[in-house]
């Protein structure tokens, strides 16, 4: 149920396709997020946290309350952060060849703080328009005491790394001939139908970032 | 675009339904999952990994190949281990309220090996059977060989907690009559058109965990 046993083939395809460092894909593959999972030390514990993340430049970016344990533990402290989209189940004919495709990315560093306002708001406007293009036009923009309670934290790409699996069944030989169904299911993450706020139904849909088209909803 | 600054009705509710601990609630978050995210420690360095997962009782098991870096590492000190669901965007009026539903469990403590063979065997078929219910009757079960070559892990959940956002928008009285969408788009993950390998188009379908029914797909 993971990658196949090393053999010269599968060999030489995991080390060519699974290692991507190309800052093209890099940035595709954070771009397609609206997640990362934070690692980071605070008093001596590992910690592993979800928060919401987007890019700007070559710098992801992160935001969390003033103050708070986490951002000064990320201020003060080297991390690791995993950005990771499940593309598909790959089922094979046998049991230990079963896989799956994702594309992943891991970067390591330290969070710097972006603590100018016109930067602060600059991040925010760049945040809302990663979830929803366009959006800002129509939502009131965030006051001075709200950019004054939210933290902006940027972590630079150079020490980024990516991981792709995006082919098919791995199966040996001697199992070609078993009587099931072997391929991929693809997955991706997809929009449901809206949910409008009371008095909301009749304004246009908004806008998705990461091709979540809305049509496309069941 | 955070959770909205203390008020009285906001605090309440955030520590009302945030915070999780609930065990059926945890295991219902990790049993939603395929992957992971494995904060640990290794030289010094912290590393942040995704990786298949699945649960059997209150156990989270991961599986690797022997001998590896990692597998090492997560048995011989502490990780925390992060399962995550994004499941909305919540679209405020005001940048500043818009936020994200998810379920999420962090769980705290140093994994396990399961090394006696049999209960190796088990534990791969129940990782088959969280990806694909009653697939294990239909393709060949792992070898002596590949048993042999892969590692299994468990770290038990006494120490688990989980978050949940799973309500609308929180927008200030003041904003409400702002002219714009705003409500929640709910994310799920979905399977698209299966990809048979040559041969296989003809066998039955297989079955999907997590609700994910390929009579969905588009």
């Known amino acids: 149920m993971k990658t196949p046993p090393p053999s010269p083939r599968s060999e030489v395809r995991r080390k060519a396709n699974r290692g991507h460092y190309d800052r093209a894909q890099i940035h595709a593959i954070i771009d397609a997020a609206f997640l990362c999972h934070i690692a980071f030390n605070d008093a001596g514990s590992t910690h592993c946290l979800p928060t919401a993340c987007w890019r700007d430049d070559d710098f992801l970016y992160i935001h969390g309350a003033n103050n708070s344990r986490l951002t000064h533990a990320l201020l003060t402290g080297e991390c690791a952060v995993c950005i990771s989209h499940l593309d598909g189940l790959v089922l094979a004919r046998s049991a230990f060849h079963h896989s799956m495709n994702y594309r992943s990315v891991v970067i390591y560093g330290r ?95 908004p806008e998705l970032a990461n091709a979540l088209r809305l049509k496309d909803s069941p």
Chains 1, 2 share one sequence.
């Open 111 to 205: 969070f710097g703080a972006v603590d100018e306002v016109a930067a602060k708001a600059a991040a925010m406007h760049a945040f809302l328009e990663h979830v929803s293009p366009g959006r800002n036009r129509h939502v009131r923009p965030a006051n001075a005491a709200e950019l004054a309670g939210t933290r902006i934290l940027r972590l630079p790409l150079n020490e980024a790394a990516a991981k792709i699996r995006n082919w098919g069944v791995e199966d040996s030989p001697e199992d070609m001939a078993i009587p099931v169904w072997a391929g991929v299911i693809p997955l991706s993450l997809r929009p449901g139908q809206p949910e409008p706020e009371a008095g909301c139904a009749d304004h246009p849909l």
